[in-house]
């Protein structure tokens, strides 16, 4: 789910995520294996204070497809 400002999104459930989402998308279906493409990508996590992952980029932003045309991923030792 995006967040109110529309510049980060939440993972509500991450376990439905897991199971119902990821196979459709990645060909690995481990949370894990997902937060290690996210910051590969530059996406950067945050804690929310409920236990649950948000995660941020500041060109993944929602109603703005346009800006993701402009993500490239992360080489080498860059990756954190």
Known sequence: AWLPDGKSFVLVDPEKFVSEH?????????????TRKLNRWGFVRMASGTGTDCFHHPLFQRGRMDLCLEMLPIHGKDVA
Do not use: I, N, R, V
Request: glycine share 0%.
């Open 22 to 34: 990821l196979p459709h998308s990645f060909k690995e279906s481990k949370y894990t294996s997902f």
